[in-house]
Structure formats: C-alpha cells, structure tokens
C-alpha cells in the first residue's frame, strides 16, 4: 500500500563544512596564555581556514539545501520523507552533488595547505607576546631559561600549530553524502495525524488517494470504529 508510494528518507554531507571547523589549540599553549579574554579569543578563533576561504564547502550546501526542499519533506518526529516516484529524479541530483563533492576534495588538495597556513600566521600574530613573555616549558628546554626573542616565539609558535593542523589528505577524508533510507511501517502509520501530514505534504497526488481509502478501511477494519486519521 504506502510503502510502494513513499519512503523514509535522509541524506547528509559530512565534512565539506571546512570553514566551520576547528582544531584543539594544544594544552601546552594555552596554559601559558594569561589573559582569559585572549584565551577564549584565540580558543574560538582557531579555526582550519577563514570563512571567506575557496575551499569553503558553502556552495555544496546550497545545493544540498535545494534537493532536500525539491525532494523530501520533513515530519517533525520521523524526519524526511519522498516519493518512491521521485526517486530516480533524487538520485540524479545526489549524483551530481557527489561529482561536486570531488571536485571540491581536488579543491582542498590544492590550496588547504596555503589557507592553513594563513590561519597558522593569524594566530602567531594574535599571541606570540605571550608565549615570548611566559614560555611553554618545552621551548625553555630547547633554548634556556632566557625569554625567547620576538623570531624564537612565533618559529615556535608555527611549528606546534603546524603539527596541530591536519593535512590536505587527512581533511577529504571524510568528505562524503550518507543515506538513510527505510520503508513505512504500518505502526508509523497509525501514529496520530500522521496520515493527515501525509495528506497535506501532497494533496495534488491523485494516485494517493486510493492508498489513504485502503488504510481508512483497513484501520476501520481492525479497530472496530471510524478512522479519524
């Protein structure tokens, strides 16, 4: 009945976002930063790449945006649902956003490594002060008890940063469309109001109506009294 005309059905794209990304400032570092207005700057502000970057993954999720609202409408408690006469269509779609993806991933090969750095040296210029004023026990065993010069706090500033960052390869790893897909059960079906949504999600769908009757009687049926769905 309803599960050869609909299905449950989500789809998400994990780690295009690049620009929402963060990377954990290491412990070593600000430990040693004694003012907490800086801290909490620094700590919010360590991001892999700025927002205005090129490999911002802002136009993959444009496009993801436009087949869930061309496709699929949301049900508050049980989430995405299409057409199973829709699918063929949605595949395409998807298809083509997963092409997108691998041309974004060929992106990020190219030029992570350039913006990384420019956040790397956004942050040597927000606190390399002080690192040079109360250094990290690690950079006084390497150049003595001496305070580091300006040069010595941000060369060590860029080299524990660096490690911090991942590489190119490590961040289009994970870059990838995920499916859930699962049929109708008849107990979602008698959730209250759900057939009503069902309704109101495509009241132009004349070939539905033959399967909202059926469960009608159907229910009618099984329960003994008028459905109210």
Known sequence: MFAALIQFYEFEVRGTQIQNQSVQLPKSLIGFIRDKATRDRITA???????????SGDKIRKRAAGIRKRFIRHHPTYGGIILKSSTSSLQVEIADLEKLIDIHKETVLKRFA????????????AFWRDIARTPPQDLIDQLGPNRPSSAEAKDYLRLVLDAAFPKADEVVEGMRVVR????VTWNTLNEPGFIEWLKQQFPLRKDLQQPFELYRAAREKLTGKPSTG
């Open 114 to 125: 350039s913006d990384a750095k420019k956040s790397i040296e956004e942050l040597v210029k």
């Open 180 to 183: 859930v897909v699962k049929d």
């Open 45 to 55: 502000a360590f991001k892999l790449v700025s927002n205005d970057s090129r490999v």
